[in-house]
């Protein structure tokens, strides 16, 4: 017979032996580790990091596209100057204009959005009466703010936004929540944000208008249009000594220097027939300016009339260039100068709002 153990530990050797490892283990000095690294501050309920939301950005607008007339050449082709969400006058304006849709092409010059009242019914009716259009900078902004809400904002609360905006940290120096561009851009449905970023910077017009081109802001007249920058195009006003510029203050008109370049071209010439990436004739429709107000000269029509700001809403119609307007309240409170907060009255923040009743 065994003789009993000495000890008086009644445990299993299995279980004795257990507990001397997690003795062991609480006797053991924890190792020298660095501190944990610090995460990233994140936002939202899906804890967007901070990092990636500074660091999007929306496509690239399209550069230039040459429209077709889709069956019968129009009888009229009419731009219209910077519209700024004032979807009743643009009414009145087509109304005084007798207009016709199976008839007359309209054709936007941009910034249909922001500063007046209804930015979203502006676009419904630019698409219910199918115009043509060119993107303006303040299309581009609603267009950016919309992507960034799509992608990595989809999460963010308004608070938040605000948040990030204040430290600098949202994607775009000119984003601002609480101006017109944050709320329009949540209005718009699926359909109008296609439609609105469809819209290239440059739209040269087919035969037999194809001497003119519509743009929003300006061209610079040392490059061939498929050699531009669709940034520039949509605020360009002057050319100054580094090249393009939206200031009024620096450099030369934009369309003064480009009546110089065209003086050595005509229309006679045949150079309108070359490759669109070569420098050829044009005559350009433009908007953006309101600061110089309607500006009409031989090769250049700007038509941007300072709608919102009590000014008018301008038509420019081909053929025969003639114009027709309708007169404006002053929506934005201000006078068309920049870099100033305004007042804003809006009544487009109903996401589904309709546009009025189509013309005939």
Sequence with gaps: M???????????????????????VVNTPPPSVSPHPQQPKAYGRLKV????????????????????????????????GDIHGSLKELNLLLCKLKFKRDEDQVVLVGDLV???????????????????????????????????????????SESELKSLEKSGGLPYDDFKVGKDHYQIARDLSPDDITWLKSLPTILPLPLPYSEWVVVHGGL????????????????????????PTSSRDEGKAWFELWADKMKGLSPSSGAKDLNFDEMH?????????????????????????R???????????????????????????????DGK??????RDSVPNAKAEPMYT
């Excluded at 044009?282 to 090769?299: E, F, M, S, V, W």
């Excluded at 119609?317 to 027709?324: A, Q, S």
């Excluded at 907060?341 to 809006?346: L, V």
């Design 49 to 80: 990091r901070a990092a990636d939301v500074k660091s999007f950005r929306a496509g690239p607008p399209t550069l230039l596209e040459k429209k077709e007339f889709s069956a019968k050449e129009p009888k009229r082709l009419i731009f219209i």
């Design 281 to 305: 004739y044009n005559k350009i429709i433009y908007g953006h300016d309101a600061g110089r107000n309607l500006q009409l000269h031989p090769l250049t029509k700007g038509l941007d009339s």
């Design 114 to 156: 922001a500063k007046g009242p209804e930015s979203v019914g502006v676009v419904r009716r630019a698409r219910q009466i199918n115009a043509w259009c060119v993107r303006g900078n303040h299309d581009d902004r609603v267009i950016r703010w919309r992507e960034f809400l799509d992608g990595p904002g989809a999460t963010l």
């Design 307 to 337: 709608c919102v700001y009590g000014g008018q809403l301008t038509a420019f119609v081909l053929p025969g260039e003639k114009t027709v307007s309708v007169t404006c309240p002053n929506y934005d409170g201000g006078s068309g100068s």
């Design 220 to 243: 610079d007249p040392s490059k061939p249009l498929l050699k531009q920058s669709a940034e520039d195009v949509m605020v360009t006003r002057n050319i100054g000594s580094s090249g």
């Design 2 to 24: 065994q003789a009993p153990s000495s000890n008086n530990d009644t445990r299993s050797p299995d279980s004795a032996a257990q507990q001397q490892r997690q003795q062991a």
């Design 341 to 346: 907060d305004r007042r804003r009255r809006r």
